[in-house]
């Protein structure tokens, strides 16, 4: 930065920016679909063997049909570019068991999985962000510990331990939710919500957690600066200084820590759905693995990749925006 | 680790800038270099009484390490002290409420919870510890070679730390299940991926000032040959945060392998692991509740006295931190 202060940044430096970012996602992007095509090459026995079972391995003119039909018996560089020209059409193949396009199943599918990680994001930015801000203003209160309590807690609870227990408890109390299940909006939006209560806190529990120490840490980093200072020696209200000086600047780094979080929350959505039988990505992804079933897999693998690595993208274009220090 | 991804697992959050830089006094890491013999005494000193200074102001931190090392040594000494043998079966003990011949009870198939606990606690520390160590010597080599080199090969490492990244550790182990068999195997190979960039990106930054500092560029001037200056000057150098980072990533490895072997995507049975008995318990949890809450307490205990520990120990060696 020049010591010059705070000068705006031109249209120019941002579109360079955006433009740096997005190539270097696609990078990411083309790598991951390179690692998933290596890794399934080298699943043991291989493709046909997959698609006929163990016996089929008997028949070598079985298997050299089936590999002629799935251009197997191409060169490696071949069957590489013929896969990445389908995947980037959408093209992700067909369930070996279920026979239906992996891509509409995925589609389908997928709006569970975003409406969970949505409402786990809700859930962290909506119970996190306050009581991080608290905690940071009055350090060292009743508010503070009990807030770095639970986040600590919170942290140390895995999703699959705390499902379970909530699973436990809501069922031999007979608390009146649902503990398995999908219910669909269309069949009533309030039995539907219910529905999603128990997955969404149990897996936004550490994402809260995790807003919570990092906006208190930044609340507290920016109780520091200079300028709060200042605004505290004009005479200005602690409220004031509080809410307008502080809460603003210290709130920037939350875009990144979403982004950050939508990591877990997509590895998460793998447990949470087995757990609550809701009938979403991640469930797909481990019903493909169960049952062998390679092109769902490696289509289920790249696109929680692939969501990954675009709301990583939007993240940092957001933070660029939001924050006028950022280096480029 | 994100957990995750979560497992991840968690991945470290950037706070503050990535580039807090120890400038530090690097006078006592040249000291080590080529000091003579009778200095030596007064190192070994200084390390005992920063352990000192750690029990004094952190208790907490003291008494969390006291926690961890009381469960590493029940997991290793169980067998011993008279747990019982996890695979025994004794028919009256098929989902036994927790009593005197069996402490927490019996599972399904009539075992010992408790003899069951103690090996799956050896087994999920075990494959912890052996998972984080590893990640942690390639990705802080990686690291290490990357930041003092840069250039072309600097560009590259990062990458391909980025490809790494952008698997959630739960997608890349159900990959890890598909190639290579479900098994104690393919969880170490998750973890150790989805945690090699993580040391990677934690060891460049501080290696790239280091780099600059004077006290390597006056041992390359001398003669140093590369591998020498990472690890006599670089490394130790750019060692707390990799510390912190380590604690972190062992909680995160106990969060993954519970995950995966929780989804069956881990340790098989009959072996027991904390994941793999709260699957079996999960089964089961409305006659014998017992089977489930045990490895579940345990295993949040366990993460929860190691990420007290990380912090305890960040607040401990970051003096930016400690007086907050």
């Not at chain 1, 569970?112 to 608290?134: K, R």
């Not at chain 1, 959505?269 to 079933?293: C, M, Q």
Request: hydrophobic share 50%; net charge positive; no cysteine.
């Amino acid at each position: 930065m020049s010591s010059g202060g705070y000068t705006p940044l031109s249209q120019e430096t941002m579109s360079r920016y955006i433009a740096k970012r997005t190539v270097m996602a696609l990078i990411t992007i083309f790598g991951v679909a390179t690692i998933v095509f290596v890794a399934m090459r080298l699943v043991p026995g291989g493709f046909a063997a997959a698609l006929l079972g163990p016996n089929a391995v008997q028949q070598p003119e079985v298997v050299a049909a089936i590999e002629e039909k799935y251009g197997l018996d191409q060169p490696v560089f071949v069957q590489y570019t013929l896969w990445l020209g389908n995947a980037l059409r959408g093209d992700l193949g067909e369930s070996l068991r279920t026979h239906s396009s992996v891509t509409s199943e995925i589609v389908r599918r997928s709006l569970i999985t975003i409406e969970l990680t949505l409402l786990a994001t809700l859930m962290s930015l909506v119970i996190g962000i306050p009581a991080g801000v608290i905690a940071a203003i009055r350090r060292n209160s009743v508010a503070d510990i009990t807030t770095r309590t639970v986040s600590l807690v919170g942290l140390s609870i895995p999703d699959f331990v705390l499902g379970t227990i909530l699973i436990y408890v809501v069922s031999t109390r007979h608390i009146g939710l649902p503990i398995s299940g999908y219910i669909s909006p269309s069949d009533g939006i309030i039995d539907h919500l219910r529905s999603m209560v128990l997955p969404t806190f149990t897996l936004g529990l550490i994402t809260t957690s995790v807003v919570m120490r990092v906006i208190r840490s930044s609340v507290v980093e920016v109780l520091g600066e200079p300028y709060v200072i200042t605004a505290r020696a004009k005479g200005l209200h602690p409220r004031d200084v509080a809410l307008h000086h502080v809460v603003r600047a210290a709130l920037i780094p939350t875009v990144t820590i979403v982004g950050i979080n939508m990591g877990y929350l997509l590895g998460g959505a793998v447990i949470v759905e087995e757990l609550f039988s809701l009938p979403g990505l991640g469930r797909y992804a481990l019903t493909g693995i169960l049952n062998r079933d390679y092109p769902v897999a490696q289509g289920t693998v790249i696109v929680g990749a692939l969501m990954f690595v675009l709301a990583n993208l939007a993240a940092d274009i957001a933070y660029a925006y939001l924050d006028p220090r950022i280096k480029y | 680790m994100a957990t995750g991804d979560s497992v991840r697992t968690r991945k470290p959050v950037p706070v503050a800038s990535t580039e807090t830089v120890p400038t530090a006094t690097p006078s006592r890491r040249l000291a080590s270099d080529d000091e003579p013999l009778a200095l030596m005494g007064t190192r070994q000193r200084r390390h005992r009484s920063s352990i000192r200074r750690f029990i004094s102001t952190s208790p907490l931190g003291t008494l969390t390490t006291f926690i961890l090392v009381a469960a590493i040594v029940i997991a290793i000494l169980g067998p011993f002290i008279g747990t019982g043998d996890p695979e025994e079966i004794s028919p009256i003990a098929m989902f036994a409420s927790p009593s005197g011949d069996f402490p927490m009870g019996g599972d399904y198939l009539g075992r010992s919870v408790l003899a069951r606990l103690v090996y799956g606690l050896r087994i999920s520390l075990a494959l912890a510890a052996a998972s984080a160590l590893l990640a942690a010597s390639v990705g802080t080599l990686l690291g290490l070679v990357s930041g003092y080199f840069g250039g072309v090969l600097d560009e590259l490492v990062m990458r391909f730390t980025d490809i790494l990244f952008a698997f959630p550790t739960i997608l890349l182990g159900l990959l890890v299940a598909m190639v290579l068999n479900p098994g104690v195997k393919s969880v170490i190979f998750t973890i150790v991926i989805a945690t090699i960039p993580v040391f990677a990106r934690v060891a460049r930054g501080p290696t790239l000032s280091v780099r600059e500092a004077e006290y390597t560029i006056a041992a390359r001037v001398i003669g140093a040959t590369p591998p020498r200056i990472l690890f006599r000057y670089v490394l130790p150098n750019v060692s707390t945060p990799l510390l912190v980072q380590l604690a972190f990533t062992l909680s995160g490895a106990l969060i993954a392998e519970g995950a995966l072997s929780f989804l069956g995507l881990g340790v098989q049975p009959p072996m027991p692991s904390l994941g793999s008995l709260l699957r079996d318990g999960k089964t089961y949890m409305e006659i014998a509740p017992w089977t489930m809450l045990f490895p579940g307490v345990t295993l949040a205990v366990a993460i929860l006295a190691i990420n007290l520990l990380g912090d305890e120990l960040q607040s401990f060696t970051d003096p930016r931190l400690r007086n907050k």
